[in-house]
Every structure is written in C-alpha cells, then in structure tokens.
C-alpha cells in the first residue's frame, strides 16, 4: 500500500495525540502549534517540512524520516531519534526543549542545535562533528565515546565532557567553559 503525497500543507493547532497524523509523505509542509505528545510518528516520511510551537514528547519516531527538518519553539522531551531512519536525516533545532532525549550513535554532522535546552540528553558515540551547540543548556547531557571534533562549545553552558573518553581535537570552547572539561579532577578553580 503506497502512503499518500502531500506537499505544501500547513497544519495548525491539531491534536494528534487521540487521532493519528495519516500515514504518508510529507513535503515542505507546516505544523504549527500540534500536539504530537506521546502520538504515533512511527513509519513517517517528513522532507523539508517546518515544526514550529509544538509538542512532540515522547512521540514515538521509528522508522520515521527527517530529512532538511526545522524545528522552532519546539517541546520534544523524551524522543529516541536513534530509532528514526538515519538515512539522509539532518534536521536543525532552534529553541527546543530536548531534556532526556538520545541521540544514541547518530552521525550528525555540522549539526546546529540553538538556544537549546538539552538536560540529560544522550550523546553516546554519535559523530557530532563541526556540530555547533549556540547557547545551550547541556546540563548532565552524556558525552560517551563521542565525536566531537571541530564542534562549537563557546555559548553553551553546564556541559561536562571527558576529553579522555571522546574525540574534542579542535573543538572551540570559551575561557568560562573550560571548568566543563576539568569536572572529573575535581579541581578548585577561582577567577
């Protein structure tokens, strides 16, 4: 059974989390103010398509394909996107709520996230290279076996990273957040 095509659709203020997004193939459409909340994403197909203001907690995303994706002013808690099909995947994330999400052995390179909030949100052997992290909250985030080489720390906050156990060859950093570095030597450091 071929999934429908629909293209250049703008959907505004559905709630998705009782009744399904249809199955198909979703081109440079909108999604404004959905609640996707705990919703069946599974087996989706969205290319270049914008989501703006909503809610896609603990959505579930296997199988499903963000290929050139933006997400603005979006809560997405909770989301494995390990799961989603990784081919061709690239989204960009500007004002989002990732707390507790996983990024779990994705390759996501010049991956930009900004201004976002990504507490606990899990790194594990994901090739992050030139990613840039603009003004992020990366409080308990997990960076395990990571790359990331060339990435850009210099506004995020709260990150703790072993350069021990992940690849930060010429990754940039500010002065401040160096101390995100050193954590595991439990040193002193005063200004």
Known sequence: MDKPFIA???FKGSDLTKKKLPKGDYENCTFEGCD???????NQNFMECEFIDCN???????????????????????LKF?????????????????NYSSFLGLTLSKQQFVDCKMIQTDF???????????????ENAIFDRTDL?????????????????NNIKKARFS?????????KYDLSIES
């Open 8 to 10: 250049d659709q703008t």
């Open 82 to 98: 390990e799961d989603c099909n990784s081919f061709l995947i690239g989204f960009s994330f500007n004002d989002c709520t990732l």
């Open 149 to 165: 080489e060339k990435a850009d720390f210099r506004t995020a906050i709260n990150f703790n990273i072993d350069p021990e156990k």
């Open 36 to 42: 996707f909340s705990d919703a069946y994403l599974d």
């Open 56 to 78: 896609l907690s603990n959505a579930n995303i296997r199988h499903t394909t963000f290929k050139e994706v933006s997400f603005s002013h979006c809560k997405m808690m909770g």
């Open 175 to 183: 002065k401040e957040g160096l101390i995100g570095l050193l954590n």
């Open 124 to 138: 594990t052997e994901a090739l992050l290279k030139n990613a840039i992290f603009d003004t992020c909250n990366l």
